[in-house]
């Protein structure tokens, strides 16, 4: 394919520099390419995530495809609605950056050493719910911005921490940020968090075969299980859902080393009064089958309940 093709992109320093680890990529393996910035209603709005919705940043990004002006577009894969489109096609779902989330704290303090009424900044839902199961008595308060306005509030004295993906600090360049990475027994990650989406029109099979030469197995597998397990969540609850997926290696009786597909999950009830969790293992091939195995078990255990208690 001789002519450039154009990368749609949010106007974000995350989206981009995320964009352009795609843009390089291509450029590598000698496809040219270039950047086009999307402007969406979510970055013209200052409001809660929660209320504009997260399918605008999507959105926008998929209209441009549609139209002609993008011949492909790189989203933050947990911001993709969990419902398959069949306009189009994820191409390719790039190595994983750290999916875990990331505590920025005031004098280096980790989550344990916050004093209680500690004042704690996140504007999901999910990670807001989960602190309030911890039981640290923080007081969490809603937070809107890019990166580096995220990161002043806490230089600043006006918030004692803040929590973010640690894939988007990954990402800038700004890991020193990081007073602790919360492991998943504390808090599960979103599910697909940290990791990008390469989407195309579905019927444009020369650029997607291009494309799906950045793919990478065993992310678009994890991937695949927790969006699996929070569709069949969506579905039944509106609870703040977190998961997290790997390949992992095993061994069998006569010391074969094997591939196993885990997963774990949890719901949260949004006070923080109970966090339901389930895991499980399978063949990676049937990475579908294990996010509905372990939403089962989510649902078995109380999901739904869990939901209209919290209302």
Known sequence: MGEVIRIGTRGSLLATTQAGTIRDALVAAGHPAELVMIS?????????????????????????????????AVHSHKDLPTADDPRFRIAAVPPREDARDA????DGLVLGEL?????????????????????????IRPLRGNLDTRLNRVSSGELDAIVV?????????????????????????????????????????????????????DTRLAVTAERTLLAELEAGCSAPVGAIAEVVESIDEDGRVFEELSLRGC????????????????????????????????????ARELMSDAR
């Open 40 to 72: 969406t209603a979510g970055d013209r709005s200052s409001g809660p995530i929660a209320d504009i919705g997260v399918g605008v940043f999507t959105a926008a990004l998929r209209e441009a495809i549609l139209d002609g002006q993008v011949d492909a």
């Open 267 to 302: 719901v949260a009830a949004l006070d923080g009064s109970d966090v339901i969790r389930a895991s499980g293992i399978g063949s990676p091939d049937r990475a579908r089958e294990l996010g509905v195995s372990v939403a089962g078990e989510l649902f078995e255990l109380g």
């Open 115 to 139: 004093p209680a009424g500690a004042v704690v900044g996140t504007s999901s839902p999910r990670r807001a719910a989960q602190l309030r199961a911890l039981g640290l008595g923080l007081e």
């Open 103 to 106: 505590l920025v704290a005031r």
């Open 165 to 217: 993906a640690r894939a988007g600090l990954a990402r800038l360049g700004r890991l020193d940020a990081v007073t602790e990475t919360l492991e998943p027994v504390q808090m599960l990650p979103a599910p697909a968090q940290g990791a990008l989406a390469v989407e195309c029109r579905a019927g444009d099979t020369a650029l997607a075969a291009l494309l799906a030469e950045l793919d990478d197995t």
